[in-house]
C-alpha cells in the first residue's frame, strides 16, 4: 500500500532514517550533528508524515 502523501513524503523520513542510522553507526557521528538543522529535518519530515 502506498503511503497517503506520496512518494516525496515518504523519501523524506525514509532519508531521514538512514541519515541518523549512519550518524549512530559513526563513534563520533552523533557529536557531528548540529541539534539545530536536526530539530529542523525532523520537524519537516513530521510535517510531510502527519
Given at each position: 500500500?502506498?503511503h497517503p502523501g506520496g512518494p516525496l513524503t515518504?523519501?523524506?523520513?525514509?532519508?531521514?532514517?538512514?541519515?541518523?542510522?549512519?550518524?549512530?553507526?559513526?563513534?563520533?557521528?552523533?557529536?557531528?550533528?548540529?541539534?539545530?538543522?536536526?530539530?529542523?529535518?525532523?520537524?519537516?519530515?513530521?510535517?510531510?508524515?502527519?
Amino acid at each position: 500500500m502506498a503511503h497517503p502523501g506520496g512518494p516525496l513524503t515518504t523519501n523524506k523520513a525514509v532519508v531521514l532514517a538512514k541519515f541518523l542510522k549512519r550518524k549512530l553507526q559513526d563513534l563520533n557521528g552523533v557529536s557531528s550533528i548540529n541539534p539545530q538543522l536536526l530539530e529542523l529535518a525532523v520537524n519537516n519530515a513530521k510535517a510531510t508524515i502527519f
